[in-house]
C-alpha cells in the first residue's frame, strides 16, 4: 500500500515560472490536504480537496495560487509567476474520509526553489 | 483559531538520555498527532493522540484533553532521532484542518 505519494521531490523555477506540484493520495483516500512550510517555520494549512471540490480554501493566497483534485488523477497544487517568497516546502496529505478525528498522512513534500 | 504552543523550542541531548516535549493547546481538540521531521525533511506521523497514552517502542506520548495538552516521551535517545518534532491539532468546529505547532528542535549528539 503506496503512501501519499509527491512529485516532484524539488522544483527549481525561475521568477515569473508557473510550478506544478502534483499529489496522488493513499489508495481509498479522496481527501487532499496542502500545506506549506516556509524556511525554519511548522507547517501551515492552505486548501481542502475532495474528487472535484475545493472544500476550504481559506489558507490559499488570494492570487497566483490554485488547486484541484480531479475525478481521474493526482491533485494539482499550481502557482503562477512564482516568486522567490514562494520557496518553500510543500506537503499533501490526504484521508479516506472527512471526520475529525481520524488521522492523517503526508507524503514527503516537494520542495520549491525560485531563483 | 486555535492556538498550539511547543516546548522546549530547542533541545541537545546526549545519546542515551531520556526527554520530553510539550505541546500546550488553547481549546478543546478532537485530533492531536505528532510528527517527526528528519533531517531530510520528511514528516512521520508518530502518534494518533487526542487521548490517553500510546506507547511505540522508544516512544511515548500523553495527551490530559481536559488540561489541554499533551507530552511526547523519548527514552534512550539516538542519533536518529534528530530532527524536528510536532504537535498538531484539529478543533471539531474546524473541520479538517490541521493546526501545527512551530516544533521542538532535538539534536542528540553521539
Known amino acids: 500500500n503506496a503512501g501519499v505519494m509527491q512529485n516532484p521531490r524539488h522544483l527549481v523555477r525561475r521568477r515569473g515560472q508557473e510550478a506544478r506540484l502534483r499529489c496522488s493520495p493513499m489508495?481509498?483516500?479522496?481527501?487532499v490536504y496542502w500545506y506549506r512550510q516556509l524556511p525554519e517555520e511548522g507547517l501551515k494549512f492552505m486548501v481542502y480537496l475532495q474528487k472535484e471540490n475545493i472544500i476550504d480554501e481559506s489558507g490559499m493566497p488570494k492570487e497566483r495560487f490554485s488547486a484541484e483534485f480531479p475525478k481521474e488523477g493526482p491533485s494539482i497544487l499550481r502557482i503562477q509567476q512564482v516568486v522567490r517568497g514562494d520557496s518553500a516546502a510543500y506537503f499533501c496529505?490526504?484521508?479516506?474520509?472527512?471526520?475529525?478525528?481520524?488521522?492523517?498522512?503526508f507524503g514527503s513534500g516537494t520542495r520549491l526553489t525560485v531563483v | 483559531g486555535i492556538q498550539v504552543e511547543q516546548s522546549p523550542p530547542d533541545l541537545i541531548l546526549q545519546e542515551g538520555a531520556n526527554s520530553t516535549l510539550r505541546c500546550n493547546f488553547s481549546d478543546s481538540v478532537n485530533n492531536l498527532q505528532w510528527f517527526h521531521q528528519n533531517p531530510w525533511g520528511q514528516l512521520i506521523n508518530l502518534f494518533y493522540i487526542p487521548s490517553g497514552t500510546k506507547q511505540n517502542g522508544r516512544l511515548s506520548a500523553t495527551t490530559v484533553a481536559t488540561e489541554r495538552y499533551s507530552l511526547l516521551y523519548i527514552s534512550s535517545s539516538q542519533t536518529t532521532d534528530s530532527g524536528v518534532y510536532f504537535c498538531a491539532v484539529a478543533k471539531e468546529t474546524s473541520g479538517s484542518r490541521l493546526t501545527f505547532g512551530e516544533g521542538t528542535q532535538l539534536t542528540v549528539n553521539p
Open positions: 496529505a490526504s484521508s479516506p474520509r472527512n471526520r475529525v478525528g481520524y488521522g492523517y498522512t
Open positions: 489508495k481509498g483516500h479522496s481527501h
